[in-house]
C-alpha cells in the first residue's frame, strides 16, 4: 500500500500543527498569565470601589448635614460675614441712647476673628430698662456682637451713663470661601 502525500495536504497539515502549536504557547504564555493578573485586579478594584462607595456614602450624609445646618443658620452665617460699621452701629442705636461712643480697643488675640469696642452712652431714663431694650436690638441685628459685663451704670440728675465693652465677630481677611 503505497501512501502518497501531496504537497498541500502536507503543507496544510504543517500549517495545521504549526498553528495549534502558536495557539497553545500563545494561550500558556500569554493569555494565562494575563487571565490570572486581569482576575486580581478585578478583585483589587472592587475592594476599591466598596471603599469608595463607602465614602461617597458618608461623604453625601456629611453634606446633608452641612446643607441642613447651613439653612438652619443662615441668618448667623450672613451676620458672620457681614463687615461691621460703626457708624452704621451709632445711627441705629441713638434712637435709644443719646450720647453713643464707639472706641476701638486694640486686643491681641490669636485668631483675629473679632474686634473690641468700649461703648459709652449716656440717656434720659428713671431705669436700666432702655438698655435691656437696646441689648434686645443689637441682638436682632445683622452683626455677631457679644456684650460683655460688667456693664457700669452711673446716675447724674436725671441721666443714667452706661460704658461696657463689647466684641464684634467678623469674618476675617484670611478665612473666606
Known sequence: MNIRIYYRTFYLILLSL???????????????????????????????????????????????????????????????RA?????????????????????ELNVTDQNKSFKVYEVNATTKITSPEVFYHFLEKVNHSGWIIGVHFPVHFEREKDLIKLSFTMKVHHLSEGKEE
Open 83 to 103: 463687615a461691621f460699621d460703626p457708624e452704621k452701629f451709632t445711627r441705629l442705636n441713638r434712637t435709644q441712647l443719646q450720647d453713643l461712643f464707639l472706641t
Open 18 to 80: 504549526l498553528l495549534m502549536v502558536s495557539i497553545i504557547a500563545f494561550s500558556t504564555f500569554v493569555l494565562i498569565p494575563k487571565g490570572k493578573e486581569y482576575r486580581s485586579l478585578r478583585l483589587e478594584n472592587k475592594k476599591e470601589q466598596a471603599i469608595m462607595d463607602t465614602t461617597r456614602e458618608h461623604y453625601d450624609v456629611t453634606e446633608k448635614k452641612l446643607q441642613k445646618l447651613e439653612e438652619k443658620n443662615k441668618e448667623t452665617i450672613k451676620a458672620y
